[in-house]
């Protein structure tokens, strides 16, 4: 058991109870512990700068949901373009890599519209950065994607060409175990 990760996610978890009010550490602990996949996970959410935290818990399943809740979009996860198909396009300066091929490498999925509207109410994020949320099929056929930041205290999501990138736009994701 990784108990550098887990002491991490602790105070991590501890710091930031408005996240998770209702939770106790011991319940999250006992569903992530023996779980390997999902500690590798969480591992790599870590060393990309995700700052991995659990946003909700569903009673009846057990279902713990970890998100990426750095302050900014995660700094390992930026200057990337959209997806596979986005990254293949560029002809010239093309990008190192793409937001769901690498949501897919560390093993978690961009967020949708709703949760980051969601995540954003449980803090403030993205207020110098931006990020790369799950486009809707009818806007990824069109060649396009979503992002979203926080700007004048409100949250806004815009739409961008699927291969575009920038220094300061990633991707968060999101974990169930």
């Excluded at 319940?27 to 500690?39: P, S, T």
């Excluded at 200057?79 to 396009?89: N, T």
């Excluded at 967020?111 to 806007?139: C, I, M, N």
């Amino acid at each position: 058991m990784p108990i550098a990760l887990l002491a991490t996610l602790r105070a991590r978890f501890e710091k930031h109870r408005a996240r998770h009010d209702a939770l106790a550490w011991a319940d999250i602990e006992a569903r992530i512990g023996g779980n390997a996949k999902a500690l590798a996970t969480l591992q790599r959410m870590e060393d990309t700068g995700g700052e991995p935290d659990v946003i909700a818990f569903d009673a009846a399943t057990g279902v713990v949901t970890f998100c990426d809740c750095s302050a900014e979009s995660p700094a390992g996860r930026r200057s990337l373009c959209y997806d596979r198909e986005a990254r293949i396009s560029r002809k010239e300066n093309a990008p190192a890599g793409s937001a769901v091929e690498m949501a897919g490498e560390i093993g978690i999925e961009l967020l949708t519209e709703e949760e980051y509207h969601a995540l954003q109410q449980l803090g403030r994020f993205d207020t110098k950065t931006s990020s790369w949320l799950k486009a809707p099929d009818a806007v990824r056929t069109l060649g396009g994607a979503i992002f979203g930041d926080r700007r004048y205290d409100r949250v806004f999501v815009y739409h961008n060409g699927a291969q575009s990138y920038y220094a300061a736009r990633g991707f968060r994701g999101m974990l169930r175990v």
